[in-house]
T-cell receptor, first 112, second 118 residues
């Protein structure tokens, strides 16, 4: 079983829709949670970084962490065609140091 | 502030050859990590360097090695290339503030080096 599970999609939505992306993890030692966006043939771009359970908002993006259920989410409001990319969740903890464990990535397409 | 840079961006090698990839972290960042990204396995951690020392290592064979220089720039080397080594190799840098809250902190990736082994 993978330490981080993420539905690979693909996910296709109309412009303006609210997008919900999710990951589950199995290791209770994971403490830090990130979402990266990766455009085709580019490196991952850090979108959100959270440390504790709860919500963190940045513009149209909201990251949500529920440590009790080991569930992390990313919500994108008013989605735009430019949001079309692969979204990767990642996590690590004190015992893993800088080693990030990634989900498989969800491929998102926002249609105009 | 300039981002993480990686050279070369594209590389084609033949089986059995060796290759060296280079990474320059964001100015002031002291930790450099390397990842391999393939369609089948996704992003997998290779190793991390901090203050010229390997601090963490993933589950890759000894053919994969790296080093870090005093200016925090890093190189990774793959010897005796195999077809399965074809991948996007990504470098990430982080500030690595020793405060426990930030340890393992935000990592910023470069554009990657796409290696094709024929």
């Amino acid at each position: 079983q993978k330490e981080v599970e993420q539905d690979p999609g693909p996910l296709s939505v109309p412009e303006g829709a609210i997008v919900s992306l999710n990951c589950t993890y199995s290791n209770s030692a994971f403490q830090y949670f990130m979402w990266y966006r990766q455009y085709s043939r580019k490196g991952p771009e850090l979108l959100m970084y959270t440390y504790s359970s709860g919500n963190k908002e940045d513009g149209r993006f909201t990251a949500q962490v529920d440590k009790s259920s080991k569930y992390i989410s990313l919500f994108i409001r008013d989605s735009q065609p430019s949001d079309s990319a692969t979204y990767l969740c990642a996590t690590n903890g004190e015992t893993s140091g800088s080693r990030l464990t990634f989900g498989e990535g969800t491929q998102l397409t926002v249609n105009p | 502030k300039a981002g993480v840079t990686q050279t070369p961006r594209y590389l084609i090698k033949t089986r059995g050859q060796q290759v060296t990839l280079s990474c320059s972290p964001i100015s002031g960042h002291r930790s450099v990590s390397w990842y391999q990204q393939t369609p089948g396995q996704g992003l997998q951690f290779l190793f991390e360097y901090f203050s010229e020392t390997q601090r963490n290592k993933g589950n890759f064979p000894g053919r994969f090695s790296g080093r870090q220089f005093s200016n925090s720039r890093s190189e990774m080397n793959v010897s005796t290339l195999e077809l399965g080594d074809s991948a996007l190799y990504l470098c990430a840098s982080s500030l690595d503030n020793r405060d426990s809250h930030l340890r393992g902190g935000e990592q910023y990736f470069g554009p990657g080096t796409r290696l094709t082994v024929t």
